[in-house]
């Protein structure tokens, strides 16, 4: 006996089929290109969004592209911190590093936190390779500096953030030599000073410097908000770097945001393709990214 025809079933698989045949030409564009991710915000420390996240990963790889993860870690570094009874000094909301500081976060960041990354990445059927950008001398970091000003006097001071440090040179030979063998790099925001110490860099700032110099095809900052979002609060899906020179000046972007598309700047001016802010609270939001034409998030360009 003939079994009824399930129509529901059908256009079911016919939709996974379009959803398919709509990625082909992305896949194409992007076979052979290298993607540097910053992964952070929600998604760590949630074990259902790493799975996520894990798994587009290895599927980007598995299709020929080469993924490239930068990982934070700073409200880890802080619970490590206040466990040990060490206490946290922040200066315009950047943490203050003391030498015993920044040993807990190299601690935190190239131990637990790389480690669990590779972990999950493992999981979902890739092969990682958890580094620091002190392995191989991928990056060589400076002493960052900040200057503050008194609001009574109005007077600027220089202002010493420790050991808070942001990459000047980089040298991606051991990235090619990972993505060649088939491995996904992942890498703890750690650099090493032609001083002979060590620095914490931002892990924004450490993605959007690989980026550079990897000549990525894209740059994905995953956060906690969809993108940037203009005045009447809808999404601003494409931006250039004057775009975001007068959205800053008129207050349309402001706090935390104005950073990360800092990097997203830097990075496309220097030799990223473009970058892209997403939400990382959305499952696949990278995959939607990439592999639709509706895409996902803020993507920055030069222009």
Not at 149 to 162: A, H, K, M, T, W
Not at 218 to 238: A, N, S, W, Y
Request: hydrophobic share 45%.
């Amino acid at each position: 006996m003939t079994e009824p025809f399930d129509t529901a079933h059908y256009q079911a698989m016919l939709a996974k089929a379009e959803t398919l045949t709509e990625a082909l030409p992305y896949l194409q564009r992007y076979a052979g290109k290298t993607f540097v991710v910053k992964y952070g915000g929600h998604a760590m420390g949630n074990a259902e969004a790493a799975q996520d996240f894990a798994e587009d990963v290895v599927l980007l790889k598995a299709v020929g592209i080469n993924p490239v993860v930068v990982h934070g870690g700073g409200p880890q570094i802080g619970a490590m911190l206040s466990k040990l009874g060490v206490e946290s000094r922040f200066i315009d909301g950047l943490r203050v590093t003391t030498k015993e500081t920044a040993d807990i976060a190299e601690m935190v960041l190239c131990g637990a936190i790389n480690k669990e990354l590779v972990g999950w990445i493992a999981r979902a059927g890739g092969k990682a390779l958890g580094i620091s950008g002190k392995d191989a001398g991928l990056v060589t970091a400076t002493k960052v500096t900040r200057t503050a000003r008194d609001p009574e006097s109005n007077i600027e001071s220089v202002v010493d953030l420790g050991f808070v440090g942001e990459p000047t040179k980089i040298d991606p030979a051991i990235i090619h030599t990972a993505s060649a063998a088939g491995m996904i790099p992942v890498i703890a925001p750690i650099g090493a000073g032609e001083d002979g110490h060590t620095y914490n860099i931002n892990a924004d700032t450490m993605a959007g410097a690989l980026a550079a110099a990897l000549g990525a095809a894209r740059l994905f900052l995953l956060t906690d908000v969809p993108g940037v979002l203009g005045k009447d609060k809808e999404l601003l899906t494409e931006l250039t770097p004057a775009d975001i020179a007068r959205l800053a000046s008129d207050g349309t972007i402001s706090g935390g945001m104005i950073p990360k598309l800092e990097t997203c700047v830097h990075a496309v001016e220097a030799g990223c393709e473009a970058a892209v802010v997403l939400d990382g609270r959305v499952p696949h939001a990278m995959l939607i990214e990439v592999f639709t034409a509706g895409g996902a998030g803020t993507m920055v360009r030069k222009g």
